[in-house]
């Protein structure tokens, strides 16, 4: 009877997770902004979830040893290199803490961002040995809440004309705002609020949902798909649009029927938006400044990126040795707009082909649906390609459910023997 209860207790913690971990520019405590709801939640519950395992299914407290084991040994070997070689910190760096670049052993943020990794992992392991099929609804409920809000944030803005974003709280470094960005596109000379509800920003909102939407189809959520669909779109974000792209792309390979549809309907929709890039100013300004201006650096964002992704690389190629090409200065020291150069700087070419490792050993993960398989594998490229090139959001809690999901995907609900 009490086994029963404790894993009762268990659903209803991770249901509660995951209707709350969407959402992370609110905090409890705003100048602490590690103090979001669902990073305390997971926090809180890992004393239980340690000792439940230690006493009846050791599982769960193996796999964690095991990866906190690899990353305390890859980041000593990165403080030893620190040490050993003197290395000094480049002020080109996009440093998570631009402060004392003297202190090179034991940064500050290596604490930080540890404490932001390990609350997704926890997340991750959580749900990959405890969580169950019923579970899904509530990744739902909870995209389904971000998606309500942003909307209403869109409808706010275009009433009043001020940031429909009245719930936000959470800020970095002190600085008002920083916790959620406040971002407007003006087409044909209508200027709308860019979606991100509470999760920062418009690319961090895609980045939280597209695989989730791209899931959709195989788990035949029609309502879902349009909902998402619709807000994705809203968010006139890069990564929105090439989810889509890698949606069809993928889609089309994986099903016969789908490709055959795709091949007049690509054609009609690429000459459409070609037509209408040259007679629409709207379309011409979206088209312009969400790929075009993006990818040939013309646009702040598209500049950023490329100039820190070229920064971090030239530290790693031509200040670091042999050894701090492998296990790089240690987690946390820097953090760009992009996760591949973040990697390479902090762990080096181990910990960039370790996590690519850890990653994409999910896609064999055994599940029961092979179309929901493929649908998986389509989101997981796609999802390592946003992250690795534009949204480095580690610290995502829906990164970490949506690579547990195939474990758990297909487990009914554990009786109490």
């Known amino acids: 009877m009490q086994e029963r209860k404790l894993l009762k207790s268990i659903d209803v913690y991770l249901a509660i997770l995951l209707c709350l971990a969407f959402i992370v520019s609110v905090v409890i405590y705003p100048p602490v902004s590690l103090s979001v ?124 004309g001020v940031n429909g974003d009245m719930i936000s709280n959470r800020v970095f470094n002190n600085k008002p705002g920083s916790g959620s960005l406040f971002q407007t596109i003006t087409l044909s000379g209508l200027r709308m609020q860019r979606l991100k509800s509470l999760t920062g920003e418009p690319s961090m909102f895609a980045f939280s949902v597209i695989p989730f939407w791209m899931l959709c189809i195989p788990l035949k959520r029609y309502f879902d798909f349009v909902i998402l669909g619709i807000a994705l779109l809203f968010t006139f974000s890069t990564s929105a649009y090439l989810g889509v792209v890698v949606l069809v792309a993928g889609a089309s390979l994986a099903d016969a029927g789908i490709r055959r549809k795709m091949i007049w309907i690509v054609p009609v929709v690429i000459t459409v938006l070609v037509i209408l890039y040259f007679t629409s100013p709207a379309v011409h300004k979206l088209v312009q400044s969400v790929f075009i201006d993006k990818f040939t650096g013309n646009n702040q964002s598209g500049s950023e990126r490329s100039g820190h992704f070229l920064s971090q690389y030239n530290f790693w190629k031509n200040q670091l040795g042999t050894p701090g090409k492998l296990v790089g200065l240690g987690w946390g020291y820097v953090r760009s707009t992009d996760f591949f150069s973040t990697l390479l700087v902090n762990n080096g070419l181990i910990g960039l082909l370790g996590f690519s490792l850890f990653y994409f050993r999910h896609a064999f993960v055994r599940v029961k649906d092979a179309v929901f398989k493929k649908y998986y594998l389509i989101a997981l490229i796609a999802v390592f390609f946003i992250l690795m090139g534009s949204v480095p959001e580690f610290a995502y809690l829906s990164l970490w459910i949506f690579l547990s999901l195939p474990y758990w995907i297909d487990r009914v609900e554990k009786p109490s023997d």
């Open 37 to 160: 709801p669902s990073y305390l939640l997971v926090y809180l519950a890992a004393p239980f979830f340690i000792a439940w395992s230690f006493f009846r299914d050791k599982g769960f407290l193996k796999e964690l040893l095991t990866i906190v084991s690899i990353f305390l040994v890859l980041n000593i070997l990165a403080q030893l290199h620190v040490w050993l070689f003197s290395v000094s910190l480049d002020p080109s760096l996009t440093l998570t803490d631009k402060g004392n670049l003297e202190k090179t052993l034991l940064r500050p943020t290596f604490f930080g961002q540890s404490i932001y990794l390990f609350a997704g992992i926890l997340t991750y392991l959580y749900l990959k040995h405890y969580a169950c099929g019923s579970h899904l609804r509530y990744v739902y409920l909870g995209l389904r809440i971000i998606v309500v809000l942003g909307l209403l944030e869109i409808i706010l803005f275009q009433v009043t």
